[in-house]
């Protein structure tokens, strides 16, 4: 692990399942850092997901991580004046 860099590890993490990269973040601290970074989780977030967070209602979705976006979108939130429900991921 010491001999390949963050960033190609993480880099590598962003080509498999959501699952494996919260499987892969058990195995060490440093690992879990890797699987952590907003580098991998941006890979997972639907590309529009500026638009979705910007139609949700209430308005302000604040994520201190890529991550945690991602946990948030995936769970049904009222869009568009509330008129609507985003699909799960």
Known sequence: MEL???????HILSFTSTQDVCRSSLVSSIVQS???????WEKF??????EIVSRLV?????CSSK???FVKLC??????DGNKHDCKL
Do not use: T, W
């Open 67 to 69: 991550k945690e976006l």
């Open 75 to 80: 769970k049904p939130r009222p869009i568009d």
């Open 58 to 62: 209430p308005p302000s979705l604040l």
């Open 4 to 10: 390949l860099p963050y960033d190609c590890f993480a």
């Open 34 to 40: 890797m699987a952590d970074s907003d580098a991998v």
């Open 45 to 50: 977030l639907p590309l529009n997901h500026q």
